[in-house]
């Protein structure tokens, strides 16, 4: 009975760890997984960097004169860092909120709408949260950097 059982099913699916030294460079990940590791790695940017947020807050908000030096910090750099580098640092903070913000929408409509989640609207949806953010990021990295 058995032997004749195995014979009629369908072999079964073998589940398996990936190795990061021989399978990870093989391995493609499906848009919704990309996405969901970015918004892990969004919220951890963000509050990594929250000191230099707040900092930023801090000195535009304070006073003229606080205001000026923190242009200038952009303008002309910081100490050793250089103005590029801070703008670099707070284009990478634009896009953390951004992206963590769309995935965070993706999230929320799918918890709303269990029946209309499938596997494709996994990933087209993805597609789209990678699209948006990394469009406004490039909007606001241009007028971050003085392009329009």
Request: charge should be positive.
């Given at each position: 009975m058995t032997e004749l059982a195995s014979k009629t099913r369908p072999?079964?699916?073998?589940?398996?760890?990936?190795?990061?030294?021989?399978d990870l460079r093989g391995y493609r990940l499906p848009p919704a997984g990309i996405v969901s590791i970015?918004?892990?790695?969004?919220?951890?940017?963000?509050?990594l960097l929250m000191p230099f947020i707040?900092?930023?807050?801090?000195?535009?908000?304070s006073s003229e004169i606080s205001y000026a030096k923190f242009k200038?910090?952009?303008?002309?750099?910081?100490?050793?860092?250089?103005g590029w580098f801070l703008k670099l640092v707070a284009l990478a903070l634009i896009w953390g909120y951004l992206h963590h913000f769309c995935a965070g929408?993706?999230?929320?409509?799918?918890d709303v709408s269990h029946e209309a989640v499938t596997k494709e609207f996994g990933k087209t949806s993805a597609i789209v949260v990678l699209a948006i953010s990394i469009l406004l990021t490039l909007a606001l990295g241009a007028k971050l950097f003085g392009l329009y």
């Open positions: 072999p079964r699916r073998e589940f398996r760890n990936i190795n990061v030294v021989t970015l918004h892990r790695v969004s919220g951890v940017l963000m509050f707040i900092w930023m807050f801090d000195t535009s908000v200038a910090a952009f303008d002309s750099g910081l100490g050793f860092l250089p929408l993706r999230h929320l409509w799918m």
